[in-house]
């Protein structure tokens, strides 16, 4: 089975800080996703990417940043940490229009 | 662009009773359709998928799906829920031509009754 995995389950920043979600995904997948989860809003796309040093903006960007320096990881940047920002962040990679695979989550609280 | 509605944002069942969680969704041609669950402090699991072909779907955990064109519909049915059945689920669509990215909807949190 693919693996989707997340460093952190649990992160908690201050105010400003630069906040790093790293994502690592092993089965060669050339699509990956961050989405953020919230209650009621369902999830959001931040970024996504189909290839290494290739990025797509999704539909709340602001506020972040991606990097993909090699293909299996994906990492999402808080350049500077807001409250607003507290969230579940979710991982995925896909090779195929067949579905995503989610990583566990990072529940991220910016203090 | 796609969208998906998940008209219901609780629902309380009674175990053994029979679940529709429903899902529609705008798209101008026939989507890709997901069914996910997520279980409290989990990532989301695939439950089924629909791409062409039979529109009942069968998924994993006993659930099934009927994708209704007219109806622009794409409702997750299991006959008899269990406890553990407990948890939140997200319809999405992809667009066929678009990649491989998905929308979801916003969610139905499932709470069962003993």
């Known amino acids: 089975d693919v693996k989707v995995t997340q460093s952190s389950r649990y992160l908690v920043k201050r105010t400003g800080e630069k906040v790093f979600l790293e994502c690592v995904q092993d089965?060669?997948?050339?699509?990956m996703f961050w989405y953020r989860q919230d209650p009621g809003l369902g999830l959001r796309l931040i970024y996504f990417s189909y290839d290494v040093k290739m990025k797509e903006k999704g539909d709340i960007p602001e506020g972040y940043s991606v990097s993909r320096e090699k293909k299996e990881r994906f990492s999402l940047i808080l350049e500077s940490a807001s409250t607003n920002q507290t969230s579940m962040y979710l991982c995925?990679?896909?090779?195929?229009?067949?579905?995503?695979?989610f990583g566990s989550g990072t529940r991220l609280t910016v203090v | 662009a796609q969208s998906v509605t998940q008209p219901d944002i609780h629902i309380t069942v009674s175990e053994g009773a029979s679940l529709e969680l429903r899902c529609n969704y705008s798209y101008g041609a026939t989507p890709y359709l997901f069914w996910y669950v997520q279980s409290p402090g989990q990532g989301l699991q695939l439950l089924l998928k629909?791409?062409?072909?039979?529109?009942l779907v069968q998924g994993i955990k006993g659930f099934e799906a009927e994708f209704k064109r007219s109806q622009s519909s794409f409702n997750l049915r299991k006959p008899s829920v269990h406890w553990s059945d407990a948890a939140e689920y997200f319809c999405?669509?992809?667009?066929?031509?678009?990649?491989?990215?998905?929308?979801f909807g916003g969610g139905t949190r499932l709470m069962v009754k003993p």
């Open positions: 089965m060669d997948h050339e699509n």
């Open positions: 995925a990679s896909t090779q195929t229009p067949y579905g995503y695979t």
């Open positions: 629909y791409f062409s072909g039979d529109t």
């Open positions: 999405a669509v992809g667009a066929r031509n678009a990649g491989n990215m998905l929308t």
